[in-house]
């Protein structure tokens, strides 16, 4: 649990860097301009960049099938990542982030995050969700969300999510190494 509580931290302790305004200085960056970036700078860059292209389009399904394949793999598991860190497995699932899951699983393995690719496609499998199609995760209110909650053990998907190494560690790796898709 200390862990976890840990991990959590960290990951607010992200998003707080993600929220301050140095973006602005470097959402704008490309390529070897990026590379000079810390890990924590490159990743916020390309999260806005990210946002940026996906807000241009009507819907995030649309915006992804215009992205090239590594940028599409970072938005993906940049969104995943953020929601699981915000509310779990089922908040991913319950917010228009579902969108995303069909690509959640292809993604992890393109960037290495076999671990995490292993956890999600057993949830996944042992619980026969179709991530082709969650349109019964979709609420209007707590009561509905609470619901969903306790349609599946997303607690123990979650525990074990904060045990496995942190995923923007890996996103970050796979951001550098294909550095000029950027």
Do not use: W
Not at 86 to 95: E, K, M
């Amino acid at each position: 649990m200390k862990k976890a509580i840990l991990k959590l931290f960290s990951l607010l302790l992200s998003l707080f860097t993600l929220s301050s305004c140095s973006f602005m200085k470097n959402k704008n960056l490309h390529g070897e301009e990026l590379a000079e970036l810390s890990n924590d700078e490159l990743y916020e860059a390309v999260y806005f960049q990210n946002l940026d292209i996906v807000t241009s389009y009507e819907t995030e399904v649309l915006a992804l099938s215009q992205m090239s394949p590594v940028r599409r793999t970072v938005f993906v598991l940049s969104m995943y990542e953020y929601e699981i860190g915000n509310g779990g497995l089922c908040q991913f699932f319950v917010n228009s982030s579902r969108e995303l899951a069909p690509y959640v699983s292809e993604c992890l393995e393109e960037v290495g995050a076999i671990e995490h690719k292993d956890l999600f496609d057993n949830f996944i499998l042992d619980n026969s969700i179709d991530v082709n199609a969650l349109d019964y995760f979709e609420i209007d209110d707590l009561d509905e969300y609470a619901e969903k909650a306790e349609l599946y053990d997303f607690d123990s998907f979650d525990d074990a999510y904060m045990e496995l190494p942190f995923l923007t560690d890996t996103i970050v790796e796979y951001i550098r190494e294909n550095i000029n898709e950027f």
